[in-house]
């Protein structure tokens, strides 16, 4: 008797265990359809960032901070006096490297000096003022650009609205090629936002040479946004 019962929980064991791998390939094998939302808005920035900043080399660490940190001074009062509130001013990048000669046969990589590098990002309101805020930067000691980009002060409603768009967006397509197919778009499987809400970014080396106070213009910029969605399907219709 405890043999025979042995044997039928062996074989209670065995069924279940292929009843999970049947199901578990059956999920593997789920026909699905993936497709990708976009969404796109166009708008009227209202602020604009700049990224600049001021390098120094040097020999020793202390006299090239204590230059660069002078130059920076220098370049804040300047955008301060330009309008640009303080507030408005953030610290985007402060960096120490050391410099190497390589020179000669040696190859034993030998410090022969400082790299230090200070960037602020500056946020400025009235944007027909751009020109003349980098101007008055430059001409107080900045030495590095490294973009403009237009956008939106309060971006999140315009957010929300691209990625609802592009979820609906991303179904619609699903729903087109579940028709062309002929079967039934089932629920979603995953939904995951692919990026591409980006302000356009401004050329940093033809600002560095039209910095001279002339006039740039935003205009109409337009933001996008991606979404990647998978689907089951339901059911095929020739099969109801």
Known sequence: MKRILRVLLVLTLLVGSMTSSYAAAADKNLATISVTGNAKIAITPNVAYLNLGVTTTGADVEPTRTENESIMRRVIEGLIAQGVDRKMITTSQFSLQPLYNNEGRDTVQRISGYRLQNNVTVAIEELS??????????????????????????????????????????????????????????????????????????????????ATGAPIEAGMQTVSLDVNLVFNIAESNSAK
Do not use: C, W
């Not at 590095?144 to 609906?168: M, T």
């Open 129 to 210: 003022s751009i020109g003349t805020v980098i101007d008055a930067a430059f001409r107080a000691g900045a030495n590095q650009f490294h973009g403009l980009r237009f956008g939106l002060k309060n971006d999140s409603n315009l957010r929300d609205e691209l990625l609802r768009k592009a979820v609906q967006d991303g179904r619609r397509k699903a729903l087109i090629i579940a028709d062309a197919l002929d079967v039934t778009l089932g629920n979603p499987v995953s939904v995951s936002e692919a990026g591409g809400y980006a302000p356009m970014q401004a050329d940093s080396y033809q600002m560095m040479k039209t």
